[in-house]
């Protein structure tokens, strides 16, 4: 789901997230491994909307406009 998210922002979002360095792949597995706050190799509706809630990244992410 985050590969999908990552690949549907557009330029401009792209540009502030890649302030820290990382790769794509990077990023995701960055994000993930948050997300999973049980450690289960998966992320539970509650967990995603708590991540959500808390990480300005993945709320930007979220905010992507798909008409462009």
Same mark, same amino acid.
């Given at each position: 789901?985050?590969?999908? *998210?990552?690949?549907?922002? &557009?330029?401009?979002?792209?540009?502030?997230?890649? =302030?820290? &360095?990382?790769?794509?792949? =990077?990023?995701?597995?960055? *994000?993930?491994?948050?997300?999973? /706050?049980?450690?289960?190799?998966? *992320? @539970?509706?509650?967990?995603?909307?708590?991540?959500? /809630? @808390?990480?300005?990244?993945?709320?930007?992410?979220? =905010?992507?406009?798909? =008409? /462009?």
């Amino acid at each position: 789901m985050l590969q999908a *998210i990552y690949k549907m922002v &557009g330029t401009v979002i792209m540009m502030r997230m890649n =302030q820290d &360095g990382l790769t794509p792949q =990077q990023r995701v597995d960055k *994000i993930f491994t948050k997300m999973d /706050k049980d450690k289960d190799d998966q *992320i @539970s509706l509650e967990e995603f909307k708590e991540a959500a /809630k @808390s990480d300005p990244s993945i709320v930007l992410l979220l =905010q992507c406009d798909m =008409q /462009k």
